[in-house]
Structures are given as structure tokens and as C-alpha cells.
């Protein structure tokens, strides 16, 4: 069956500007994360949702950074006002439920803030 | 706090030859899942294997081992007779059984080369 897809895979904005990242996660799978990618960091986790429950905004590192689920299906991740620090790879798994708790991971979107 | 340490970041290997990747965590939990993901130079996290806390039992898959030990906490991870295939960054990771959240916890990577 089909993966975790994400669009675009690459992103190129101006510092300033607002992007949204979108992932379509894999049919069924209740849960679904965002984690960012970069050089410095590594795998940082974002934010997680769970069926029809409040989202676990935790890693969310600033209010620039928001993130929707609809329909408990697509999800889209919205970064306003990129900075610099922002450029990244975001990633996106989704997981069956919590006795499978393996997390697929999508390709990605590289986004290149300059 | 949940924290995994990759404290390899670099090995090169020449083909066939057997190597082991070091995974030691902390957590303070008493249920918990470990897990390894390949990142090949393509760049899409690959889902390896999950392990269970509570079940010490080594898995063996094809030219894949791992070795988990409660006791020192570590969960280490054998590719025997490697292949060139096999080049890519391989993450640990953890996330707890219980709770609202299984966000993974992932260690730095560690970036396998193999060289014919």
C-alpha cells in the first residue's frame, strides 16, 4: 500500500515569508508526527496527534510554528515569518495505534530559508 | 528525561566484513520501546526494528542482529558480512509505552560506510 507522502519535497522561501508543509499519512493510522531534521540537532521531534485528541504541541520551538490535522487524516504544518534557522528537513510518520507503535516516516521537504 | 547516546559517529568498513553500532539510553520509564531506523543517502527514514522493554530476547534477521541488555542499557545493532548496500546514517531510538505520547527520542546517528 501507499506510504507517508509529503509536498512539496523542496522548499525554497525568503526569509519572512510564511510556508505550509503538508503530509498525507498512511490510510488508518490514528497517530501522526512531525519531526525536523537538521544539521545541528539532529531528529527533533514537533508535534503529535492522536485520533480526535488536543495535539501534543511540546516541540514546537517557537509560536511561529503551528500545525493542523483534518479530518484525522491530512496533516499541515505551518512555519510563518521563516528564519534562517528554520531551514531544515521536516519529516512526517504516522503510526497504526499504540499497540504498533512503529512510527513510517515520509521523504521529507528540505526547506532552504535565505 | 529520555535520552539516547550513538556514541560512534563515523565507521568505515570494507565488504564483508561484520560491524556493530553502539545504542545506551536513559529513561526513567519502566515500559519503553526501542527501535532502529536507516536513513539511506536517499534520505527516507526506513523502520528496522522495535523492541520491547520488557522482552530481552536478541533478534536475528537475515544479516541483521540485535543485542539488547536491560542491564547495561543497551540495545546494539550487528550487520554481519556487509554490504555496500548497507552505507547509510542508522538512528536508535526510544519512546515510552505509556502515555499520551510515543514521540521518539532519537540518538545523533551514526553513518556507515562500506566499501567494496
Known amino acids: 500500500g501507499a506510504g507517508v507522502s509529503q509536498s512539496p519535497s523542496n522548499k525554497v522561501t525568503e526569509k519572512g515569508k510564511d510556508v505550509e508543509l503538508r503530509c498525507d499519512p498512511i490510510?488508518?493510522?490514528?497517530?501522526l508526527y512531525w519531526y525536523r531534521q537538521s544539521l545541528g540537532q539532529g531528529l527533533e521531534f514537533l508535534i503529535y496527534?492522536?485520533?480526535?485528541?488536543?495535539?501534543?504541541k511540546s516541540g514546537l520551538p517557537s509560536d511561529r510554528f503551528s500545525a493542523e490535522r483534518t479530518g484525522g487524516s491530512v496533516s499541515t504544518l505551518t512555519i510563518q515569518r521563516t528564519q534562517q534557522e528554520d531551514s531544515a528537513v521536516y519529516l512526517c510518520?504516522?503510526?497504526?495505534?499504540?499497540?504498533?507503535?512503529?512510527?513510517?516516516f515520509g521523504p521529507g521537504t528540505r526547506l532552504t530559508v535565505l | 528525561a529520555q535520552k539516547v547516546t550513538q556514541a560512534q559517529t563515523e565507521i568505515s568498513v570494507v565488504e564483508k566484513e561484520d560491524v556493530t553500532l553502539d545504542c545506551v539510553y536513559e529513561?526513567?520509564?519502566?515500559?519503553?520501546?526501542l527501535f532502529w531506523y536507516k536513513q539511506p543517502p536517499s534520505g527516507e527514514l526506513v523502520f528496522l526494528i522495535r523492541r520491547n522493554s520488557f522482552d530481552e530476547q536478541n533478534e536475528i534477521s537475515g544479516r541483521y542482529s540485535w543485542n539488547f541488555q536491560k542491564s547495561t542499557s543497551s540495545f546494539n545493532f550487528t550487520i554481519t558480512a556487509s554490504q555496500v548496500v548497507d552505507s547509510a546514517v542508522y538512528f536508535c531510538a526510544l519512546s515510552e509505552a505509556i502515555g499520551a505520547n510515543s514521540k521518539l527520542t532519537f540518538g545523533k546517528g551514526i553513518t556507515l560506510s562500506v566499501r567494496p
Open positions: 510518520a504516522s503510526s497504526p495505534d499504540r499497540v504498533s507503535p512503529e512510527q513510517f
Open positions: 496527534f492522536q485520533g480526535n485528541s488536543a495535539p501534543d
Open positions: 529513561t526513567r520509564d519502566t515500559t519503553y520501546y
Open positions: 490510510s488508518g493510522h490514528t497517530a
